[in-house]
């Protein structure tokens, strides 16, 4: 009688500790994916953030590549802290390859004026806006790797069973896209 | 039968394109001159003012000259480059200069600077661009190719840029452990450390000093302060100590390219 409580003790002491490794194991990972994450989204916020001055520039040249511009970087309607479920993933990339796009209009009308293409503050602005496309596909690629471990450690049995019951999901992937991949090349 | 011979040529094809980033050099290097642009001599002072910027300030500067670019972007190159060599310390205060030379199939010259996220602040992404664009574009644009004075050019800038937000000297690292015992024996190591590397620091630096001309290290804005040495420069560059190695920088994308 005593012999079987202390083996079931011993069984539930060692299915304790394995959910409570894999918990903080879980928790370590989405903290992983969380802070990739944040990178994506500062990148982002950077570039909308140089939007501005990039228009102030331009504006004569361009009037309404400059407005379209514009008014999509203020449909950018998602605030900070969103999290990195499948939807929103997908609904930020939408948002953000239509800046991408309008974005690469403006700078392929730009190229027609000279006198702006020499004028240092624009090739200033240029510089950090290649920069700043830069840093979106760095932490773009470092987030998706993120996102893969993590959903590998989500899917993965027996972790997955943890996953279930403290309801930690699936991340979403950027998928590739043209438009946020081809930072215009500087050519002087 | 057909469609597996695809599926496995596109496979080949693909790790292919892994592979293009060549792996850090063995003994590890600073300049690795795989397109061959530099002179023996240019590549040997090149290597021993950067390894002597390395180990007085810890930042590290990699210059790479490369032949192509396999299709990809000059940043998008030399930002994977710089993250799988990992140039810089933990700090991420590492620096690329890449360069793409001018070839038969493609007449331009490709330049990155990328910058490691340490170093963001001291050197934004404008700073690099200028640094492309006026400093190593005379050098380069119309023809003119010279490789040699754009990288030290530019090297001299970026060291001066870089040399304002970290400068300590390498292996002078603080133990940030809050265990008191801990933290007195690393003291007392690190007493030890921090007196046999200035021992050899002011060894090293003196005979930098005689070799160099005796200029002062403190980095005088005026320019050219360095001596970069030319082409019959001769003195070897293993007496400097050599390239401790690459330390795991990570890079975020700073910096800038250009075309020319």
Redesign the interface.
């Known amino acids: 009688m005593k012999k079987t409580t202390i083996i079931i003790l011993a069984i539930v002491a060692v299915a304790a500790i394995w959910v409570i490794s894999s918990y903080n194991k879980l928790v370590t990972g989405e903290e992983t994916v969380n802070n990739a994450w944040a990178q994506v989204e500062t990148a982002y916020q950077r570039r909308a953030d140089l939007i501005p001055n990039l228009v102030a520039t331009v504006k004569g040249y361009a009037a309404h590549e400059s407005s379209t511009l514009e008014e999509v970087v203020r449909a950018r309607g998602y605030g900070n802290n969103l999290q990195p479920t499948e939807d929103n993933v997908a609904a930020i990339q939408q948002q953000e390859s239509a800046i991408s796009s309008a974005l690469s209009r403006l700078l392929v009308v730009v190229e027609a004026y000279p006198e702006l293409k020499a004028n240092e503050n624009f090739k200033d602005l240029q510089a950090q806006l290649e920069g700043t496309e830069n840093r979106i596909s760095v932490a773009r690629n470092y987030y998706n790797d993120a996102a893969k471990t993590w959903n590998t450690q989500v899917r993965r049995f027996p972790s997955n069973i943890i996953a279930g019951i403290f309801g930690f999901e699936k991340k979403g992937y950027f998928k590739a896209d043209e438009a946020a991949s081809s930072a215009p090349v500087v050519a002087f | 039968m057909r469609k597996s011979l695809i599926i496995v040529l596109s496979l080949l094809a693909l790790t292919g394109l892994r592979a293009a980033i060549p792996d850090p050099p063995s003994p590890p290097r600073l300049v690795n001159d795989f397109a061959g642009v530099f002179s023996p001599a240019q590549r040997d002072s090149l290597e021993a003012v950067l390894v002597a910027f390395d180990d007085s300030t810890s930042n590290q500067i990699c210059v790479v000259t490369l032949t192509t670019l396999d299709g990809m972007?000059?940043?998008?190159y030399a930002?994977r480059l710089a993250n799988h060599w990992g140039v810089g310390s933990k700090k991420n205060n590492g620096l690329l200069i890449l360069f793409k030379s001018r070839t038969e199939e493609e007449s331009w010259i490709d330049v990155s600077i990328q910058v490691g996220k340490g170093l963001e602040g001291a050197i934004?992404?404008?700073y690099?661009?200028?640094i492309?664009?006026n400093i190593m574009?005379p050098q380069l644009?119309d023809g003119r190719d010279n490789y040699w004075r754009a990288s030290t050019l530019a090297c001299e800038e970026l060291m001066k840029l870089a040399s304002g937000e970290i400068s300590e000297p390498r292996d002078g690292r603080h133990s940030e452990e809050d265990d008191f015992t801990t933290d007195l024996v690393a003291g007392f190591f690190t007493f030890l450390i921090f007196a046999f590397v200035f021992y050899r620091m002011y060894k090293s630096f003196k005979k930098f000093n005689n070799r160099y001309g005796g200029g002062s290290s403190g980095g005088s804005s005026s320019g050219g302060w360095i001596d970069w040495g030319d082409d019959d420069y001769s003195s070897s560059s293993s007496s400097s100590g050599g390239f401790g190695g690459f330390g795991g920088g990570s890079?975020?994308?700073?910096?800038?390219?250009?075309?020319?």
């Open positions: 972007e000059a940043s998008d930002v934004p992404d404008v690099a661009s200028r492309i664009r574009g644009k890079f975020g994308g700073g910096g800038a390219s250009g075309r020319f």
